[in-house]
């Protein structure tokens, strides 16, 4: 089971740009903006767990 931290980098219409934050030299992960809190901007932070993101910080 995946436990980990995305930052939002980059929202694009109806998607976001999410980066792990201990990955940063990885590859953004493309998410739909209808899977994620509807507050995010760029630069907020994501915690996912049991297939759904929070929004931390």
């Known amino acids: 089971m995946l436990v980990c931290d995305y930052m939002v980098e980059q ?4 998607y976001a740009h999410l ?4 990955e940063p030299d990885g590859e ?3 998410v739909a903006r209808a ?3 509807m507050e995010i ?3 907020s932070r994501l915690h996912y ?3 759904q993101y929070t ?3």
């Open 11 to 14: 929202i694009d219409g109806d």
């Open 19 to 22: 980066r792990r934050v201990d």
């Open 28 to 30: 953004l992960k493309l």
């Open 35 to 37: 899977l994620l809190p």
């Open 41 to 43: 901007t760029e630069g």
């Open 49 to 51: 767990e049991l297939m």
């Open 55 to 57: 929004l931390i910080g």
